[in-house]
């Protein structure tokens, strides 16, 4: 579930839909609006926003427009209240029964409250498109993406715990080589949210099989129109430019490392999470390029986005593999 809000996150950024709906009502947000009346009036709340007084409304939008990106916002925050019952009410009815396993109640309630983390970063998100741009600040966006991840990739270490211990097997333990590899891909996520959130895969052009594009940007190595002037910091994290560029060059050090883990996996006789881990970095590296040549098409975004969860589930299920007891010394 939490991968597949993260797919909808991103249908939800490229169609420009984050901020077509301007509260945050946790409970009456759960039905969208039934009548015209209160589809008018939602449509009237959106009208006092920056991106509709600036770019939509200029554009002609029309309520049956905004009905279709309220639709993917909707179901985004729908499917964040679900994923929270989901896990709460099983935590609490597996808490009454006395069925978790010792050591295990701080860790599931820390997840729970990543959730609701997200739920509250999710609408500081959305606020920094209602009152002070066009679309959501890139930082925020980010934040939002990293919460999701970090949750996603302590429930599949929680989760490999849980079967070790069914096994009868201690819990495995994060190895400095796990660490090396979880913290690149982390860095590479978060640059891939930067992008996102600037609109930056453009910047390199388009066009299928296009050198120009890629490997190449815009024809050239080193991308022209990096601004430098507000310090190295912002230029690092918000000239579109060069965040586009670090994120494609970093790819690039993440699989070397990643091919390291999975060497080593495989050598221990972990066959399967190398092959997997394997086939998921290698899937992201071709969608990356493909969402380059297509000038960053919605489909194929979309599909890189879905693939980068499974890359970091994959990594994680790699990181807890290297560091089970049957690995040390």
């Known amino acids: 579930m939490i991968v597949g809000i993260v797919v909808v996150g991103g249908i939800t950024r490229l169609t420009e839909s984050g901020v077509s709906i301007t509260e945050w009502n ?5 039905l969208p609006p039934l009548t015209q009346a209160q589809w008018q009036a939602e449509f009237d709340a959106y009208r006092q926003t920056p991106q509709y007084i600036l770019v939509n ?12 990106i309220f639709f993917w916002e909707w179901v985004h925050r729908l499917l964040a209240r679900t994923i929270g019952m989901v896990f709460a009410v099983p935590l609490a009815w597996f808490w009454l029964r006395g069925r978790i396993p010792a050591g295990y109640k701080p860790r599931l309630l820390a997840l729970l409250a990543l959730g ?16 002070h741009d ?22 599949v270490w929680t989760m490999l715990d849980l079967r070790a211990l069914a096994r009868g097997e201690a819990r495995s333990r994060l190895t400095g080589l796990g660490m090396l590899a979880l913290a690149m891909l982390a860095l590479q996520l978060v640059y891939g949210a930067l992008l996102a959130g600037l609109r930056a895969g453009v910047v390199a052009g388009a066009g299928w099989f296009s050198w120009d594009a890629w490997p190449l940007m815009q024809g050239k190595i080193w991308p022209d ?23 494609r060059t970093w790819a690039w050090a993440v699989v070397a490392v990643l091919v390291v883990v999975a060497r080593v996996l ?10 997997a881990l394997h086939c998921a970095f290698g899937m992201q590296v071709v969608l990356g390029i ?16 879905l693939c980068g969860a499974v890359l970091l589930a994959c990594t994680v299920w790699a990181a807890h593999a290297l560091g089970r007891p049957a690995q040390r010394g």
């Open 134 to 155: 066009v679309k959501v600040s890139h930082y925020r966006l980010a934040t939002h993406l990293a919460v999701a991840l970090f949750t996603l990739g302590g429930i």
């Open 116 to 131: 609701g983390l997200q739920g509250a970063v999710g609408w500081w998100m959305v606020k920094s498109g209602i009152v």
């Open 290 to 305: 493909a969402t380059v040549w297509s000038g960053v098409a919605i489909g194929l975004a979309v599909l890189h986005q």
């Open 57 to 68: 409304g200029p554009a002609g939008m029309t309520l049956a427009t905004y009905k279709s």
């Open 26 to 30: 946790v409970v009456s947000g759960t």
């Open 225 to 247: 129109g990096v601004d430098w002037a507000a310090g190295a910091f912002h230029a690092l994290t918000s000239d579109p430019y060069l965040v586009h560029f670090f994120h």
């Open 266 to 275: 495989r050598r221990s006789g972990q066959r399967r999470v190398s092959v």
